[in-house]
C-alpha cells in the first residue's frame, strides 16, 4: 500500500490512465472526419496561416509604413517647384 503523497499520485494515475485513454479513444472515434480535420487546422487558408505569427504581421505593417513614407515623399516633391 503506497504511504507517501508521491506514490498515492503515481498509483491514482496508474488507475486513472487506462479510463482516460478509452475515454479519449471512444471520443475521438465518435469524431467526425470533417471536425477532426477542422481543429487539425486543415480548414485554415494559407493566408491566415501566414498572418497568425507576429513576425509576418509586423513585417506586413513595415511594408505598408514604408510605402506610405514613399507616397509622401513622392507627394511632397511633386509640390515643391
Known amino acids: 500500500m503506497p504511504q507517501t503523497p508521491e506514490q498515492l499520485f503515481i498509483a491514482g494515475w496508474k488507475k486513472a490512465g487506462p479510463v482516460l485513454e478509452e475515454y479519449r479513444s471512444t471520443k475521438l472515434r465518435e469524431m467526425s472526419p470533417d471536425y477532426g480535420a477542422r481543429l487539425l487546422g486543415a480548414a485554415t487558408s494559407n493566408e491566415e496561416i501566414f498572418y497568425s505569427h507576429g513576425l509576418a504581421r509586423w513585417q506586413a505593417w513595415m511594408m505598408r ?14 509640390k515643391s517647384p
Not at 509604413?65 to 511633386?78: F, L, P, T
Open 65 to 78: 509604413w514604408r510605402a506610405r513614407q514613399w507616397m509622401q515623399a513622392m507627394a511632397d516633391e511633386s
